[in-house]
């Protein structure tokens, strides 16, 4: 009998150089200074495993941060780690995240012999322009040239990033974007609005004049470009923000999206397993002191209540396109439900899920259905 869904996650906290609207908890050298190198992260890496509470996963996704800048050689030992202090079923799902700039044809050649089933690339634009609005370190066309490399290596499942949004795209930028990502063959796309975070460089632009603030009604016209555009070409939306071919899902990502349970390991790394949430602390320096001392890096958890838990299964169900089963919500969820489905927003069967109408206005949805309750 099959063993039920666990993931993997593994957070990688170095990057090259910082882009503007990002916020993730990544650092370059210079923020780093000596306080903890690639090597010494990997080990820290190494004694997290052997303590986490996993059985053998599933699915893993190494993500970032770039996970890249750990070369072939750092990514493969850290799936050797797994198989030994984890372990993996038959069949799983493993995914890295990778930069354009830092991967070659030898790179993927090395991860798929080393078992690597799935590339993620951060494409986000195929313009100059866009890119440089972005502080993006890589040129438009290194991306697709980095797909390419990555199905000629025998990556079957390759995704690439976009975002959307940016002040200065136009329209033609994303069609041609969108042709660049056609051209390469790729079985996903995820493609994001621009999110302006605090405290990043491009927040301060904009709080300046310097910039100006992402439009939403550029916002919708764009989804709807997109959409269509990936639905032409023999993709479907899974997600609100995700787009594949048949057989090209994330497994991974939609373990998350379906509630279910995995382990996430390095700095700042979130866990969730049945009623229990848990994060590691956020600094690799700090991160690999208390793995040092032979302790679990775990800045707090939280035990989630039946509301919590609830929330949490509408919040991330409803942007499934699979949605979620109709015995979920009470009879005052189910009033505001029928409200949408006047509307023809959400679509109320055995299963409860967004129109394609809906899609773009789900988290209003969402938050109205759960304040009802
Ligand atoms: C955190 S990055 C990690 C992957 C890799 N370092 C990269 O940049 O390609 C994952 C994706 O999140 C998206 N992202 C990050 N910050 C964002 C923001 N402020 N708004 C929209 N999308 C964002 C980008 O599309 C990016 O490729
Ligand atoms: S978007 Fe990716 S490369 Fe850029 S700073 Fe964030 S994690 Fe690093």
Same mark, same amino acid.
């Given at each position: 009998m099959a063993k039920p869904p666990f993931g993997l996650y593994i957070h990688v906290p170095f990057c090259a150089t910082r882009c503007g609207y990002c916020d993730f908890n990544t650092y370059t050298p210079g923020e780093l200074g000596s306080a903890t190198s690639p090597a010494q992260y990997l080990d820290a890496l190494e004694q997290e495993l052997a303590m986490a509470q996993t059985q053998p996963v599933s699915s893993i996704f190494i993500g970032g941060g770039t996970p890249s800048m750990l070369g072939w050689e750092g990514l493969a030992r850290i799936l050797g780690m797994i198989k030994r202090e984890v372990g993996i079923q038959p069949g799983a799902e493993i995914t890295t995240e990778s930069n354009p700039e830092s991967t070659s044809p030898e790179f993927f050649h090395q991860l798929r012999q080393a078992g690597f089933t799935r590339i993620s690339l951060g494409m986000q634009s195929a313009s100059s322009r866009v890119l440089e609005i972005l502080g993006r370190a890589h040129t438009p066309g290194r991306a697709f040239e980095a797909a390419t490399e990555a199905k000629a290596a025998g990556f079957d499942h390759v995704n690439l990033d976009m975002i959307y949004g940016? =002040?200065?795209?136009? !329209? /033609? !930028?994303?069609a041609h974007t969108l042709d660049r990502v056609l051209e390469t063959g790729v079985d996903h796309v995820s493609a994001y609005s621009l999110i302006v975070e605090d405290g990043t460089a491009m927040a301060r632009k904009v709080r300046k004049g310097e910039l100006p603030a992402p439009d939403e009604d550029v916002y919708a016209d764009r989804y709807a470009m997109i959409d269509a555009r990936l639905q032409q070409a023999g993709f479907e939306w899974y /997600?609100? #923000? $995700?787009?594949?071919? =048949?057989?090209?899902?994330?497994?991974? $990502?939609l373990l998350y999206w379906r509630d279910g349970d995995w382990w996430g390991a390095g700095p700042g790394a979130h #866990?969730?397993?049945? $009623? /229990?949430?848990?994060? $590691?602390?956020?600094? =690799?320096?700090?991160?690999?002191?208390?793995?040092?001392q032979g302790a679990l890096p775990i800045q707090d958890r939280e035990h989630l209540s039946a509301e919590q838990r609830h929330e949490e299964q509408v919040m991330l169900g409803l942007r499934i396109r699979e949605g979620v089963p109709l015995e979920l919500f009470n009879a005052a969820e189910r009033e505001v439900l029928a409200r949408y489905e006047a509307m023809d927003l959400v679509e109320v069967g055995q299963r409860v899920r967004v129109t394609q109408a809906g899609r773009l206005l789900a988290d209003g949805i969402i938050a109205d259905i759960l304040t009802a309750r």
């Open positions: 940016t =002040p200065y795209e136009h !329209d /033609e !930028d994303v /997600e609100v #923000s $995700n787009w594949a071919k =048949p057989g090209g899902q994330c497994e991974h $990502n #866990s969730h397993i049945g $009623n /229990e949430r848990f994060f $590691n602390v956020k600094h =690799p320096a700090t991160y690999a002191a208390q793995l040092a």
